[in-house]
């Protein structure tokens, strides 16, 4: 009986002792969100990725994984509605508390989409600007600026200690440690892209403002406004003589655009086109893929401008 006994609280101690030692499920929207709080959990625990690297983040359709991925989270890190436009409905159902919204983190940078002179564009495109602007008014590739990964980074670890307390000092000095890798990194970039900073470039589609102006970098040629936007005939044909009236010799275009659409701008002309990843789909998850990103990209746009 004694025996019995004894078993039986060693049982119940053990499934305390798994209590106390569980760790919060954690779902983050794209990769390189996904690497600042994989870095925040380092020795805790692993957050889950939602859009894996042929998911496209404003088209994709939820999944049965990708569902109970998320029924199962206590907390799920988004860009906002108008970045992630799948989720928008199932998000609508996560208790307060449990979602964290990064483009609404208060004091980040955030840029609006550029103004497009719509006395210079035809009716259709106007059409279709328009349509864009009903849906934001918010450019949200805000990871690109260095700066609001440090905010980001503060804040979801307050969100981490609030829903797992006993780790409270584990997730604290992981904090200090991004800290200080995202200013190397900011310090790094800075100094690598200071002699390119006078240098124009053009890009397909308007996405890189963060970057541009978090290193201080001339505004590009932007062929279309957004991603998405129509190239028109209209468009081309600008783009090809702004191109050429100002020397530009490096093209920017995003995995999405096609040879040929890349051809139709650079052909005849002394340009050397680039194809840019800005979510770093290929590279691998985890916490180095924020800043493998970052580095890839401006060794890219250096080696561009150069």
């Not at 983040?57 to 029924?71: D, V």
């Not at 340009?271 to 990843?277: E, P, S």
Request: glycine residues 4%; hydrophobic residues 35%; charged residues 25%.
């Amino acid at each position: 009986m004694i025996y019995r006994l004894l078993l039986g609280l060693t049982f119940l101690l053990s499934l305390n002792n798994v209590g106390a030692q569980s760790t919060p499920n954690v779902v983050v929207s794209i990769k390189p969100i996904h690497s600042i709080v994989s870095a925040l959990m380092e020795d805790v625990s692993r957050p889950q990725l939602l859009l894996e690297s042929s998911d496209s983040a404003h088209t994709f359709h939820l999944k049965p994984s990708q569902l109970n991925l998320l029924s199962n989270a206590d907390l799920i890190i988004t860009i906002g509605d108008d970045f992630e436009t799948g989720l928008k409905k199932t998000l609508g159902n996560i208790k307060d508390g449990s979602h964290v919204i990064v483009s609404e983190i208060n004091d980040l940078h955030l840029h609006n989409f550029r103004d497009v002179d719509i006395n210079e564009i035809n009716k259709d495109e106007k059409d279709e600007h328009t349509d864009h602007d009903e849906h934001t008014d918010f450019d949200l590739h805000l990871w690109l600026d260095v700066d609001n990964m440090k905010k980001t980074a503060q804040y979801i670890n307050e969100q981490l200690i609030k829903i797992d307390p006993n780790n409270s000092t584990t997730y604290r000095t992981n904090l200090v440690n991004i800290h200080s890798r995202l200013k190397k990194l900011k310090s790094e970039l800075d100094q690598q892209i200071a002699p390119f900073r006078s240098e124009r470039f053009a890009i397909y589609s308007d996405t890189l403002q963060y970057f541009e102006k978090s290193f201080h970098l001339q505004k590009p040629v932007i062929i279309t406004p957004y991603h998405g936007a129509r190239l028109s005939i209209y468009r081309a044909l600008e783009a090809r003589n702004k191109m050429k009236d100002l020397k530009i010799k490096c093209l920017l275009y995003g995995p999405d655009n096609t040879s040929k659409k890349v051809n139709v701008l650079s052909e005849g002309l002394p340009i050397k086109a680039v194809n840019i990843d800005i979510l770093g789909a290929k590279l691998d998850a985890g916490s180095d893929q924020y800043f493998n990103l970052m580095e890839g990209f401006s060794s890219q746009l250096v080696e561009c401008l150069g």
